[in-house]
């Protein structure tokens, strides 16, 4: 067929997506066009080519309506693959716990189970239509499973077209084109296409009249075979003028009319099936249909056939839907506005009868007209089900109730408030922000003045302006509103300050918000009786500013009141629940533990936190649970896995647009780059992080200025490194987090000083090292950081020497190895090579066990001048092939080669299924391969199959 041979291009392409998940290899293609370009005809083509290959073929399509009913379009499409993936009672189910914000993870990381296991026993092809119209949660999962199954046989192609207002669909169709995902854009026809196309369905050179209409349709292949099939039935009809104009937006009247024709031998009842379908906007049952006047269910058998047989419906399923949706657009278009008012109200009473509330309050809207209470109220109803779950569509519920209420309107202020604040839960900030300061300005909110300048604060505080919350909080404060508001105005303040170096803000603000947020206040019962109360408290407030007094105290240098603090967040959320939970105190715990070099206790607080986390759905706490066991694998010196920790958070963040905490990730890559003698990487990742701070994201002082300092150390520009430093040197001792996070910071500080002969600069922060040690006599990586600092101003070989002992003892092997290369220093100058040797020997193993390439070369050329062989970098592996695989990564391949899925392998090791993503995407980087299947073979070569320890 020629139209198929002029798009050749764009069929290989998305035919490709079978093959490549035939032979193993997970493949994404997004099909991107204007509505009737021939997406859907592409994706019905790979249909027919997966289902011939032997593929489970999984075929979703979105609709508007789709925006506020979570993971309904995909869970359907799940249900109806062959065979299914789900069955239709687990599908009912997790529609319903979809509802519910703490169940969004755990119903992602199912479904992906769920296609893992199929790809196991067959390749899977994954088809979505009209991508642009799903909802959140939905768009959520795309980021997720997308990138999870490229390692599975499983390959993806995502139809959408493009929108005048994007939402969560289009910007994670965007997301995935930027993350590597195939492009695929469907151009109009060109007019010698348009012209074989007319000779094709006409059989007849088509005149000029015919071609000059044709042309008119923009060359789009629907619109054009629409008009065509009309042209063919007309038998001859002369066409007149006035075809080319566009109905209420982007249709053109020529398929319009088209349209019509088509339809104008239907029957009443099936007209009226079909109005009701359109004005219905979502797959419909029969029953639903004739419930909404269609007729009976027995009056509707023969309609059903007639539109299915005219190939207006979809006979492929239990629901009934369009064939193309361009003519259910027509369809409702074309109804008077009266007649779609009324079966908009009809269509939510059905639905409010099912339980379906959310879907009820978008037609209630849609059949409002200014003023109308019943509208509002239906919508306060299913509010908080609809900000939990999709924040997007509640903000664009919540403005289309605004447009219907007047000025006035009493609740037009708490409309208002709800609104700001889904506005910034859904990351429209900019939104948020102007809708909120408009209505500040009218001095009409009343009792929800100080919730709106919560909700501002939290905009500005999503934004990286600290300041601007501050601002808001104040005003918010000024206010003097209830004790839970003000507690929870008090603890976002602590945070905020800790990001414009206010500690004593924070210190003052997360107290008050403690002691407010632990209290329990009477206050009016929602609906009860007057005199009636409820108790009320807010502990969510309570464990957040904990988390910030908690960082105040370590950064003060006391880790016991650090610790102190967090296990009272981590107890107080432990015992209340709710959302108190959802603040995660145990990401705070846990970086407590491991400035003090409680290693193990602090991956077992992770392990759990995530696993809560995980089961809560808490997705914006993911990339801090990446970021903390990061430093935790750099700290002990394992590089290779804090890198890969720091990737996983990176890609996570980036699915999320969550980039709070981008920069401490890339501040871990620029250590583990320095240390494997990779500068070019090093400054890429502190480029990258400082570009966050340019675009205003908030940090800490402490944030990258240690990584910017030592990337201009490796360049030997010392004077730029103090020069970085120099405003957190003159904080000394009184603000010590440096110390407190680096414990090799202040030696390293000493020598600069000394190198730049600053000798008052590397006395004041031997004294700082030494204050810090005193605070906390169980920390031994602090006793060690103060000694070596000691032992290099004083040239002190044994102080040097007990030292790095007890960095040894700390389980800090890297800083240990610093510290031997001093004692080697100091040994030699005073002619003992023997023992300079020795402790050159000792830091290379230490060096050469973690990877630190860099350091290994540097201490090998060491010791060749004191004429000792040493070892290079490069003999402990090799740079690619199976003998380049670091001890995690051959655990992730052997379980993988044993048939394990990712996330199964994440459960057996205790990773995170990103992590595991990111050891296979450096295992097949290694190995050269593209598969699971490639990896399975090598693995039977070098290992021979056999059993191993997994752990």
């Known amino acids: 067929m020629s139209r198929r041979t002029a798009r050749r291009a764009a069929l290989d392409a998305v035919l490709a997506a079978v093959p490549s998940a035939a032979a193993g290899r997970g493949h994404a293609v997004v099909v991107s066009g204007p509505p009737g370009i021939g997406k859907t005809r592409l994706l019905s083509l790979a249909r027919e080519s997966g289902h011939e290959a032997g593929l489970t073929v999984v075929h979703g399509h979105a609709s508007e309506l789709d925006r506020v009913a979570p993971l309904s379009a995909l869970l359907h499409a799940l249900r109806r693959a062959d065979p299914p993936l789900l069955s239709g009672p687990e599908v009912t189910d997790m529609a319903e716990f979809a509802r519910d914000s703490a169940n969004r993870l755990w119903l992602i990381h199912r479904i992906g189970e769920r296609l893992e296991e199929r790809s196991a026993e067959r390749p899977v092809l994954v088809l979505f239509d009209d991508a642009q119209w799903v909802d959140e949660v939905t768009a959520y999962a795309l980021r997720v499973l997308v990138p999870s199954m490229a390692h599975n046989p ?11 207002n994007p939402g969560p669909g289009s910007a994670t169709v965007d997301w995935l084109l930027r993350d590597g ?3 695929v854009r469907l151009a ?27 042309q008119r349709t923009g060359g789009n292949p629907l619109l054009l075979t629409e008009l065509l099939d009309a042209m063919r039935e007309a038998e ?53 249909a004739a419930a909404l006047g269609a007729g009976s269910p027995l009056e509707l058998v023969d309609s059903v056939r007639e539109g299915v047989e005219l190939g207006i419906l979809s006979g492929d399923s239990a629901q009934l839907c369009f064939r193309q949706q361009l003519v259910r657009e027509v369809l409702y278009r074309h109804l008077p506005e009266v007649t779609r008012r009324m079966l908009h109200r009809e269509a939510a009473t059905r639905l409010n009868l099912q339980g379906r509330s959310v879907e009820a309050a978008e037609h209630l809207l849609s059949s409002a007209l200014p003023g109308d209470r019943q509208a509002v109220e239906a919508l306060l109803g299913v509010l908080t089900t609809v900000i939990a779950t999709a924040p997007n569509a509640a903000a664009d519920l919540l403005l289309r109730t605004l447009d219907l209420l007047g000025e006035h309107e009493p609740s037009r202020a708490k409309l208002t408030a709800h609104a700001v604040h889904a506005l910034t839960a859904a990351g429209r900030v900019t939104e948020a922000r102007r809708l909120g300061e408009r209505a500040v300005a009218t001095r009409m909110l009343g009792d929800f003045d100080a919730a709106v300048h919560l909700g501002l604060a939290e905009a500005a505080k999503h934004a990286g302006d600290d300041r601007g919350a501050l601002d808001h909080i104040e005003r918010a404060l000024a206010a003097e509103p209830a004790l839970p508001m003000r507690a929870r105005l008090l603890a976002l303040r602590a945070h905020a300050c800790l990001y414009v170096d206010d500690f004593d803000g924070t210190q003052a603000a997360g107290k008050e918000a403690v002691t407010l947020g632990r209290s329990v206040v009477s206050a009016p019962a929602r609906g009860g009786r007057s005199g009636d109360t409820r108790t009320e408290a807010a502990p969510d407030a309570a464990v957040f500013a904990g988390a910030a007094l908690s960082v105040v105290a370590a950064a003060a240098g006391d880790l016991d009141r650090g610790l102190e603090e967090a296990d009272v967040a981590v107890a107080l959320a432990d015992a209340e629940g709710g959302q108190a939970r959802h603040r995660h105190p145990r990401l705070w715990l846990a970086r407590v533990l491991l400035w003090s070099d409680r290693f193990a206790e602090a991956e077992a607080v992770l392990e759990v936190g995530q696993r809560e986390a995980e089961a809560l759905g808490t997705g914006w706490s993911m990339p801090l649970w990446h970021c903390y066991r990061a430093e935790l694998r750099l700290a002990v010196g394992r590089l290779d896995d804090a890198a890969t920790e720091a990737e996983a958070g990176l890609r996570v963040a980036a699915e999320l647009d969550a980039l709070a905490l981008t920069a401490s990730l890339e501040a871990v890559l620029v250590q583990a780059a320095l240390w494997r003698g990779r500068g070019s990487d090093a400054r890429a990742a502190l480029r990258r992080g400082l570009d966050q701070r340019e675009r205003g994201i908030g940090m800490l002082a402490e944030d990258l200025t240690w990584e910017q300092a030592l990337v201009a150390v490796d360049a030997g520009d010392d004077k730029t490194a103090l020069r970085v430093l120099s405003d957190l040197l003159d904080r000394l001792p009184g603000r010590a987090l440096l110390l407190v996070e680096e414990p090799t910071a202040a030696p390293r500080l000493v ?11 590397a006395d004041r922060v031997v004294d700082a090292a030494a204050i810090v040690a005193d605070r906390n006599p ?27 002992d007890l960095f040894d003892d700390s389980g800090r092997p890297l800083a240990a190895a610093w510290a031997l290369e001093d004692v080697a220093a100091v040994a030699a100058r005073a002619g003992d090579r023997a023992g300079a040797v020795r402790a050159l ?18 201490l090998h050329q060491t010791l060749r001048t004191l004429g000792e062989k040493g070892r290079s970098a490069r003999a402990t592996g090799a740079a690619t092939g199976w003998a380049a695989l670091t001890e995690s ?14 996330r199964a392998t994440a459960r057996s090791l205790f990773l995170s299924p990103h992590t595991v993503d990111t050891h296979l995407r450096h295992i097949y980087a290694k190995l050269g391969v593209s598969s699971r299947v490639e990896l399975v073979r090598l693995a039977l070569r070098h290992e021979g199959g056999g059993n191993h320890e997994k752990t």
């Open 154 to 164: 499983v390959s993806w192609l995502i139809a959408c077209r493009p929108e005048t």
């Open 181 to 183: 995902a195939e492009s």
């Open 188 to 214: 109009p026809l060109d007019a010698t296409e348009i012209a074989q196309m007319c000779r094709e369905e006409l059989g007849v050179e088509p005149g000029p009249e015919v071609l000059s209409l044709a």
């Open 236 to 288: 001859g009809a002369e066409l007149g003028d006035g075809i080319a104009g566009l109905v209420s937006g982007p249709l053109p009247n020529a398929f319009v009319e088209a349209v019509s024709h088509r339809l104008r031998n239907l029957s009443p009842t099936t007209r009226r099936l079909l109005d009701i379908a359109a004005v219905f906007g979502k797959p419909i049952t029969v029953h639903d």
């Open 751 to 761: 020598r600069l000083a000394l190198a730049e002969g600053d000798t008052d600069l």
């Open 778 to 804: 169980r920390v031994r990586s602090f006793t060690a950081a103060a000694r070596h600092a000691e032992g290099l101003r004083d040239d002190a070989r044994a102080t040097l020497a007990e030292a790095a």
């Open 841 to 858: 020997e000792r830091a290379q193993t230490l060096t050469a066990r973690c990877g630190a390439d860099r350091e290994t070369t540097r």
């Open 889 to 902: 990564e051959l655990r992730v391949a052997r379980l993988v080669a044993e048939g394990l899925t990712n």
